[in-house]
């Protein structure tokens, strides 16, 4: 097993939130779903515009994928410049670029006028690649975004631990502590009169006039506007399920000497992604993160995946053990910009917020300040780049068409043959699940480290797609669109609203 904490650093060093539960009827002029980055940021800009906001968090705020970052504000994100320009023009990535260095200066300008300690750092961050072969794929991007505007340059050299071939050196851009943050904001927005409620699902929309919310529990919110920001949308109106595509990936973190930090944040694309970047640890000392090994939610070996990363980590900054390790979920999109602005093609008051591409951080701070905008009548300049309703058949066909062929592999395909195996419950070793035909149906079981047996269905209460095991974090993940249960069948993550029914093993 790999070793440390099972959780984020984030969330162990920060003390958790206690806002009430919706009950009963609520009106305000825009309720938010979603309590993560973008709705958090999304609900205090709108309240400090006047506007009486309700947040809507299924879990904790703060707590979701926003808690489970690696926390980088920049605008580098890889290798995108050269691909918007080539794909779109050199206007889209002006813009691009624009909208990401605005997010990163309002978090900064944010911190300090609300005197938040975020841990809040100005860096450089780097892309870099250790192939010779790779080198022009730098300088390309180099060209492109000096060209949109970022202070980029060409470096053969950095402060890693290892050699790199080439890489992009974009001054200024920053890293922080995400929950600090946020609950600084979450504080300030209860106090100009914002609300905030917690284990409240929103299992229903009516987009009438006006909209209607309806919970889990039965409370209802009538709200003029309202925000989607739950990562991935609960609600599809606009076909987004066919154009983002969900990626899970793991994180390590190691205690390390100050006189260590490589001095910024790095990425490459090579070796199944590696991310590095350290934090504040303490007199003396720096918590080296490292990130990488992107998969498909329900894909097998996750286990072994983290022991991969945790290798590589040892490898090349001498680390002895781990104190903290977790898993992360993005969504990536078919042409490699979020979704942000109108739900669908005929709404007027709803509003989404996703597919920020593993850039969670400055993405949902600009599409906090982009809902904003256009729920106040105004139109920021990049706000067509994101719009939904967007169609680019050249620059999405090929990724769509992947995309929702391997949808459809999965849902016929695990049919057939699960990707987790074993005759019977009784073959499960503790800490071991499965999915199982039981009495003719596919029952998700999992056998605790008592012995015990845990028994669900093994059908996703989302779309129906067949869930798989994940070994290391002994969850039930649906390979489709995400959706994260519990071994108990509870919603870890949507787009999926209700549990897992539980099954009976009869006899076993």
């Known amino acids: 097993m790999v070793s440390g904490s099972a959780e984020s650093y984030w969330m162990d060093s920060t003390a958790a939130t206690s806002f009430p539960a919706l009950a009963g009827e609520l009106d305000v002029d825009v309720a938010v779903i979603g309590g993560g980055i973008a709705g958090l940021c999304a609900a205090w800009e709108l309240t400090r515009a006047g506007q009486r906001v309700a947040v809507l968090e299924a879990d904790r705020v703060a707590a979701g994928v926003t808690g489970y970052t690696t926390a980088k504000l920049t605008a580098q994100h890889g290798l995108i410049y050269a691909h918007l320009r080539s794909t779109f023009d050199a206007e889209t990535a002006r813009l691009h670029a624009a909208a990401q260095l605005d997010a990163i200066e309002h978090v900064a300008t944010t911190a300090e006028q609300l005197g938040v300690d975020c841990d809040l750092e100005r860096l450089p961050a780097y892309t870099y690649v250790t192939s010779p072969e790779r080198v022009d794929e730098i300088r390309a991007e180099v ?12 470096v053969t ?3 890693l631990p290892y050699a790199v ?20 904001l979450a504080a300030d927005l209860a106090a100009r009169g914002g609300q905030i409620f917690e284990r ?15 919970t889990e529990s039965g409370a209802t919110v009538r709200a003029r506007d309202v925000v989607v920001a739950t990562h991935y949308p609960i609600f599809d109106r606009a076909g987004l399920f066919t154009r983002l595509v969900p990626r899970r990936e793991l994180v390590v973190a190691a205690v390390i000497d100050a006189d260590r930090d490589p001095g910024g944040m790095y990425l490459t694309t090579e070796q199944n992604t590696r991310s590095v970047r350290t934090a504040p640890y303490g007199d003396g000392r720096r918590l080296l993160i490292v990130t990488g090994e992107h998969f498909k939610p329900g894909t097998p070996g996750v286990q072994r995946r983290f022991e991969t990363l945790a290798a590589w980590t040892r490898d090349r900054f001498g680390v002895d053990s781990l104190a903290y390790h977790w898993a992360a979920q993005d969504n990536t999109t078919a042409d490699r910009m979020p979704y942000v602005g109108p739900l669908h093609l005929g709404a007027d008051h709803v509003y ?3 597919g920020f591409n593993a850039w969670g951080m400055s993405n949902g701070v600009m599409a906090a300040r982009l809902l904003a905008a256009l729920i106040d009548g105004r139109e920021l300049p990049w706000a067509r780049l994101y719009d939904p309703r967007r169609l680019h058949p050249v620059a999405e066909g090929p990724a769509f068409v992947k995309a929702n062929l391997s949808v459809a592999r999965r849902f016929v395909g695990d049919r057939i043959r699960p990707t987790s195996h074993a005759d019977s419950p009784a073959d499960l070793a503790p800490g071991a699940g499965a999915v199982i035909r039981v009495e003719g149906r596919r029952c998700a079981v999992y056998r605790d480290e008592a012995g015990a047996l845990h028994a669900v269905s093994a059908t ?3 779309l129906g797609c067949v869930v798989a095991f ?9 390979p489709c669109h995400g959706s994260r249960f519990g071994v108990d069948g509870s919603v870890l993550q949507g787009p999926a609203t209700e549990p897992l029914p539980p099954r009976s093993l009869g006899d076993e």
């Open 200 to 214: 409240t699902r929103v299992v229903d929309l009516d987009e009438g006039d006006p909209c209607r919310l309806t």
């Open 157 to 159: 050299g950095t402060d």
């Open 460 to 462: 996703c209460t989302h």
């Open 470 to 478: 994940n070994d290391a974090e002994r969850t039930w993940d649906c």
């Open 143 to 154: 060209e492109a975004a000096a060209e949109a505007g970022l202070p980029a340059t060409l």
């Open 352 to 354: 989404v917020a996703t």
């Open 165 to 184: 071939a080439a890489a992009i050196r974009v001054e200024r851009q920053a890293q922080f502590h995400p929950r600090r943050y946020l609950l600084a």
